[in-house]
């Protein structure tokens, strides 16, 4: 597949995002919830989902509907995710579809009602895209068979090739520049966290240059600085690293030195406690196969996230007691 196809297979695979994967990270809200007694079924078929083994996740969810009706909308919801995941290669949009068709009739007040109604509406999207790029693909692939009786264009088809090759060229050397900047990280740690909230973007800095830099998601809320508990801000203001956990529900995380003074004065003035339990942290355990898709959407609920293997390597750099600076 092209460079041009694989973007627009990125593309169409956003919008699961964007639908599923703040409640699916933050696994509070209320209607994620099987039941305690299918909870051990679908933390396995979960699993299964993780692996890459779909079919297997499939059939998980299958025995779970049998043996627990009344967790059937939630079996639903997630079997059309499952049918419709780009990542799938046996991916069926029909299927998920009909998934989301029986959710609706059969369980009408079911807390995913709504959801199934917006994937149905962009399954149908999809579908239509599909169709497109596969039109695209077939013009493609005609073009390639003119182009074998074409002599006359082969000046052109040269030109191309240049272009093409200068491309290789500039990935190349981008490819040097990353080896260069994974070199120097190598060589030491950093002294300072710079988070910029509008730009969405967490930097490392060693005495003053730049390490490294990583975009990153913030609270549901993330304008303004964090004033209470549950506000779902995250906190802006001067702090460091005091403590770490690398058994994280969230893979793992660094944990903030929130509130400071400041906070806590800002928020006894309002007759508020102002929280805690601000970090740095990956992506929920289950769900690492998000990736950077993550930061699409600001789901923690005031934390800075970034994916798994950033917060490896963002652990691995910052000590404790190393300053983070959380600008607006």
């Known amino acids: 597949m092209g460079k041009k196809q694989r973007r627009m297979a990125r593309n169409l695979s956003l919008f699961f995002v964007c639908i599923i994967l703040a409640p699916m990270l933050i696994c509070g ?6 039941g305690f007694q299918a909870k051990p079924a679908f933390e396995e078929a979960n699993d299964l989902f993780s692996q890459g083994n779909y079919m297997a996740s499939l059939g998980k969810y299958q025995q779970i509907i049998e043996k627990y009706p009344t967790a059937g909308d939630r079996v639903l919801f997630e079997m059309g995710i499952i049918y419709a995941y780009h990542g799938n290669e046996q991916k069926d949009y029909q299927k998920s579809l009909e998934c989301y068709q029986k959710l609706i009739q059969a369980y009408p007040g079911s807390g995913y009602r709504k959801d199934s109604e917006l994937m ?31 002599g006359n264009e082969i000046v052109t088809l040269r030109q191309k090739i240049e272009v093409l090759e200068q491309e290789l060229v500039s990935k190349a050397n981008e490819i040097i520049k ?14 300072r966290i710079l988070i910029e909230k509008k730009e969405r973007r967490l930097t490392l800095l060693s005495k003053g240059k730049v390490l490294k830099t990583y975009q990153i998601a913030l609270g549901g ?22 403590s770490r956990n690398r058994n994280s529900r969230y893979h793992r995380s660094l944990h903030i030195s929130y509130p400071n003074e400041k906070d806590k004065k800002r928020a006894k003035e309002l007759g508020a406690s102002p929280g805690g339990d601000i970090m740095i942290h990956g ?39 190393t300053i983070v600076e959380i600008r607006p």
């Open 29 to 34: 809200c209320s209607h994620f919830n099987g």
């Open 120 to 150: 149905i509406f962009n399954i149908g999207n999809v579908i239509v895209k599909d169709k497109t790029i596969a039109t695209q693909q077939a013009r493609i692939e005609t073009l390639r068979q003119e182009l074998q009786g074409k």
């Open 178 to 191: 990353l080896q260069k900047e994974a070199f120097a990280l190598r060589k030491g740690s950093a002294d």
């Open 283 to 321: 992506i929920k355990n289950g769900l690492s196969w998000v990736g950077d898709l993550h930061t699409d959407v600001d789901w923690t609920k005031g934390c800075i996230a970034v994916t798994d293997e950033e917060i490896e390597e963002i652990d691995k750099l910052t000590p404790k007691g």
């Open 221 to 242: 809320n993330p304008n303004g600085p964090k004033e209470r508990q549950g506000d779902n801000k995250t906190p802006e203001g001067a702090y460091f690293i005091d």
